[in-house]
C-alpha cells in the first residue's frame, strides 16, 4: 500500500465475502496519527455520495488514549503508474476539474472543514522560520532570497480564499484509477478554498514523478488559467516554503521515508518558484 500513516491498512473480505479497506490507528509510534483518522471519519462520513470518494462503512474509537479504526468500502482499481503516463494524468486533471464543480459552493459545513487560509502549509510561515533558523543544509537560493521568500509566502492566506472544498493532499499515491473513474482517498486535510489550490499542491509530486513542469501542469487546469498571477505565486511560495523546511526536519515516529518524499516536493517546488520569480 501507498501513503505515509503509520498503522494498519488492509484490504480485507469479511465472513459474508464483502471487501473492505481498513485502517487503523493507535498513539504508538505517531501519536498525531490517531487525530487524523478521526478527522478523516468525520468529513468521509459527510461527502456527499455523488463524490468519488470510499464511503466509510464504519469507525471504532476508544478515544483520544486508545486505538482508532476506519472501514471504507474497497475500491477495485490501482494507482496510477510512476512515471507518470500522460493518458493517465489527463484523466486525473478532468476528475479533479469536474471534482470542483460538484463541491463549489462546499457541501460541508465551515465549522467542520475550516478555511484553507487558516492551514498551516499555507499560514505556517516556513520561509520566514527558515529565516531565522539559517539551517546549514539549506540550498543556496534559498538563502540568497530568504527575506523576499517570506514576503511572497505572507500573501498565500489571503490567496487561497474561496468556497471550494478541497482534498488538499492529492498525490498519485492517494489516486486510485478504476475502469470508469477517478477515486480520490484520505481526505483528513480537507478545507474550503480557491479551486485551483488543490492541482497547484498537486504539482510537484507530478514533476518529481516523471511528469510535465509544475507551470505546464497547472496551465492545463481550468480553473488555474482563470487565477491571479499574483495569487498562484503566493501560493507557491507557500508550498515551496513548507516543503522545503519539513523536509530539513528529523523523521516523524514511525514515519521514516517522510522527509526524503518532502525534500523531493520541496526541490521541484522551489525550481518552480524560481522559474516564476525569476530570481537568480
Known sequence: MGGFSPGVAA???????????????????????????????????????????????????????GWIVLAFEDVDGRNPAEPWR????????DALAALAELLTPSPLP????????????????????????RPARLDGWS????DRLAGLEAAAPEAVAGDTLLHLDVRADNLILTLDRVVLVDWPHARVGAPWVDVAF???????????L?????????PARRADADDVTAVVAAIAGFFVREGLQPAPPGLPTLRAF??????????????????K
Open 110 to 133: 465551515p465549522t467542520m472543514v475550516g478555511s484553507t487560509s487558516k492551514w498551516s502549509v499555507v499560514n505556517g510561515l516556513h520561509w520566514r522560520k527558515l529565516a531565522e533558523e
Open 143 to 146: 538563502l540568497r532570497h530568504l
Open 214 to 222: 509544475p507551470e505546464e501542469f497547472l496551465s492545463q487546469y481550468p
Open 262 to 279: 518532502q525534500a523531493a516536493q520541496g526541490e521541484a517546488a522551489r525550481a518552480w518558484l524560481a522559474r516564476r520569480t525569476g530570481w
Open 86 to 93: 500522460p493518458v493517465e494524468l489527463d484523466r486525473v486533471l
Open 11 to 65: 484490504r480485507l473480505r469479511t465472513s459474508g465475502s464483502r471487501r473492505v479497506f481498513v485502517k487503523a490507528a493507535g498513539p504508538e509510534p505517531n501519536p498525531d496519527t490517531p487525530a487524523a483518522h478521526r478527522r478523516e471519519a468525520e468529513i468521509a462520513a459527510a461527502l456527499p455520495p455523488d463524490v468519488p470518494a470510499p464511503r466509510l462503512l464504519w469507525s471504532y474509537d476508544e478515544g483520544e488514549e
Open 202 to 212: 498537486f504539482a510537484p509530486s507530478v514533476a518529481m514523478q516523471g511528469g510535465p
